[in-house]
């Protein structure tokens, strides 16, 4: 979640505000996608116990079943990719970003975006294209003959949002860049170890906050 910043007037010339509201608004999509995704398969849990008990108990199991799993898979998938990246949830090598600061860390991250920025879009492109033949050709499921369009055109859709995230990562870091003294927003701040390990285990339980502030002052 990102935090609240006091926004300056300085702040507010290097186009600060606008992104941090377009960056808030992309995240209550991918909030509302990273929700439905876990709700589904939440629910795809309980269809599949009721498929092993209807088959084991009735001899009755659910048609389509299996059709329906292969096709869900876009959901779990894809449907959270966007999400997982604003959240920084994905792994990111830092090894030598790590070892980078100012200018030079701000122009690899940047690169990095373009370069993901292409690739993205390279998948967009076929994923629509795969998307649309099997909507104008009736490609369907095997068993069940479920229509497989809806589930091909959920990844273009996904994908779509990352490049938005991607985007609007882009442009934070370029605006790092030109202004190197503003706050930063709506990008990936490289994480302390230490730091890291520590937020880890306050949210396992491991660590209280109050410890980790006794910690903290015998230290000093």
């Known amino acids: ?27 209550s999509i991918e909030r509302f996608t990273a929700v439905a995704s876990g709700l589904f398969i939440f629910g795809l849990m309980f269809v599949g116990v009721g498929q092993i008990l209807g088959r084991k108990l009735f001899n009755m199991p659910i048609f389509g079943y299996i059709d329906a799993i292969e096709m869900s898979i876009s959901v779990f998938a894809f449907l959270a990719i966007s999400y997982c990246e604003a959240v920084n949830g994905h792994v ?33 492109y076929f994923a629509w294209d795969h998307a649309m033949r099997a909507y104008n050709f009736g490609d369907s499921t095997i068993d069940a ?25 882009f442009v934070g870091y370029v605006r790092m860049i030109f202004n190197p003294g503003v706050a930063p927003v709506a990008i990936h701040m490289i994480a302390d170890v230490r730091e ?4 880890e285990a306050t949210e396992a339980g491991v660590v209280t906050a109050e410890n980790d502030e006794t910690e903290r002052k015998a230290g000093t």
Request: aromatic share 12%; net charge positive.
């Open 1 to 27: 979640m990102p935090q609240s910043l006091t926004w300056t007037p300085a702040m507010e010339a290097a186009g600060g505000r606008t992104l941090d509201r377009f960056d808030r608004f992309l995240r």
């Open 92 to 124: 990111r090598m830092e090894l030598f970003l790590g070892k980078l600061h100012g200018l030079p860390l701000w122009l690899a991250e940047a690169t990095g975006q373009v370069l993901g920025l292409l690739v993205i879009g390279v998948l967009i």
């Open 145 to 169: 003959e479920i229509p497989w369009w809806p589930s091909k055109m959920l990844i273009p859709f996904a994908f779509g949002l990352l490049f938005l995230r991607m985007l609007v990562s």
């Open 196 to 199: 890291l390990a520590k937020e």
